[in-house]
């Protein structure tokens, strides 16, 4: 991709330039999705969205600059899920499994975030952000985690998730690809081992109920 700088170039405040901002974002997901992101042009875009090139390049300075417009949305979209399932709640293994399965319902009804994917760690910057993104969602599930489980060990946790939700990634490029038959278990047996690395160990259970002796 350029290495143009890909910031936005415009930004819409006004209804009219926000429906074609999200019009281009639109038409560029549907063809990541039907044709990949390489085979995928501006050209492409700006006719499928409906607009002239010329006022396609008003909002974005080249394709990269859509491509990350994208993946920003896909981790507020992974930060927004993680809040909810945390909202809604109050035990560990449901909260894990409703993340996972709506995570997973999105990569069935949006084919492009597998595409995404694979554009983000071909981006060195793009890497660095949803690395960055990972460990805010990590330190926020640690919390909440801690919470529910009564686990003090917030540093472990947080390594401990960090690794689950880059393998949760591994997951969504497996089950995408194979029918529901065969995606189901392996969603599950995910889940599991989600919470059996979560919960609190047998050790750490009798610590929490021993209390220390005096003297």
């Given at each position: 991709?350029?290495?143009?700088?890909?910031?936005?170039?415009?930004?819409?405040?006004?209804?009219?330039?926000?429906?074609?901002?999200?019009?281009?974002?639109?038409?560029?997901?549907?063809?990541?999705?039907?044709?990949?992101l390489?085979?995928?042009?501006?050209?492409?875009?700006?006719?499928?969205?409906?607009?002239?090139?010329?006022?396609?390049?008003?909002?974005?300075?080249?394709?990269?600059?859509?491509?990350?417009?994208?993946?920003?949305?896909?981790?507020?979209?992974?930060q927004?899920?993680?809040?909810?399932?945390?909202?809604?709640?109050?035990?560990?293994?449901?909260?894990?499994?409703?993340?996972?399965?709506?995570?997973?319902?999105?990569?069935?009804?949006?084919?492009?975030?597998?595409?995404?994917?694979?554009?983000?760690?071909?981006?060195?910057?793009?890497?660095?952000?949803?690395?960055?993104?990972?460990?805010?969602?990590?330190?926020?599930?640690?919390?909440?985690?801690?919470?529910?489980?009564?686990?003090?060990?917030?540093?472990?946790?947080?390594?401990?998730?960090?690794?689950?939700?880059?393998?949760?990634?591994s997951?969504?490029?497996?089950?995408?690809?194979?029918?529901?038959?065969?995606a189901?278990?392996?969603?599950?047996?995910?889940?599991?081992?989600?919470?059996?690395?979560?919960?609190?160990?047998?050790?750490?259970?009798?610590?929490?109920?021993?209390?220390?002796?005096?003297?």
């Amino acid at each position: 991709m350029s290495s143009v700088d890909p910031v936005v170039r415009r930004r819409p405040t006004q209804q009219r330039s926000r429906t074609r901002f999200e019009g281009i974002l639109e038409a560029a997901s549907e063809l990541i999705a039907e044709r990949g992101l390489e085979p995928t042009s501006m050209t492409d875009i700006a006719n499928r969205s409906g607009m002239g090139l010329t006022a396609l390049y008003r909002y974005f300075p080249n394709k990269r600059s859509i491509v990350r417009e994208l993946a920003l949305r896909t981790f507020d979209d992974a930060q927004s899920l993680i809040g909810a399932a945390a909202e809604d709640e109050t035990e560990l293994a449901p909260m894990i499994d409703r993340g996972v399965r709506q995570y997973w319902r999105m990569h069935r009804e949006q084919p492009f975030r597998g595409q995404l994917r694979a554009a983000i760690h071909a981006d060195a910057e793009l890497t660095a952000l949803d690395l960055d993104d990972s460990r805010r969602n990590a330190h926020a599930m640690a919390r909440t985690t801690g919470q529910l489980t009564g686990r003090t060990d917030l540093e472990n946790l947080e390594r401990q998730i960090l690794l689950m939700i880059e393998l949760l990634d591994s997951l969504m490029r497996l089950v995408v690809n194979v029918d529901e038959a065969e995606a189901e278990p392996l969603v599950a047996e995910f889940v599991q081992l989600f919470v059996d690395a979560l919960s609190p160990s047998d050790g750490q259970r009798a610590a929490e109920v021993t209390p220390p002796r005096s003297g």
